[in-house]
């Protein structure tokens, strides 16, 4: 995918283990800096600057499938840990519990934290 260095791009990226290139051409908003920065350090995407570097990022995919599996491992290791509905169940908990019982349950206390 090719896309702007937006957080929401990058997080459906991240979850669906789709290689991404950032669109850094025209330069970077500063509003996307910190997802840059987050890419560059985690070597979860690639970013460019003009639009002949697409090419140039796609063919060293290809020659070196190596890079876009470390890629993808990488984008493997920055998944969420809980799923969306555990994140809802412990929404229900805490509005049908009081707080303190919630808090009670050891996943919980250290997500608190």
Do not use: F
């Not at 970013?47 to 993808?72: C, F, G």
């Amino acid at each position: 995918m090719v896309s702007r260095p937006g957080t929401g791009t990058t997080s459906e990226a991240i979850i669906s283990d789709c290689p991404l290139i950032m669109n850094g051409i025209g330069g970077i908003m500063p509003q996307e800096t910190v997802t840059v920065r987050y890419a560059e350090r985690h070597g979860i995407a690639r970013t460019i600057r003009n639009a002949r570097e697409i090419a140039a990022v796609l063919d060293a995919w290809e020659q070196s499938p190596r890079e876009l599996d470390d890629l993808k491992k990488n984008m493997r290791k920055r998944h969420p840990h809980n799923h969306p509905r555990d994140i809802l169940e412990r929404a229900m908990d805490c509005r049908i519990a009081p707080v303190d019982r919630v808090l009670d349950k050891p996943q919980l206390r250290q997500d608190v934290r």
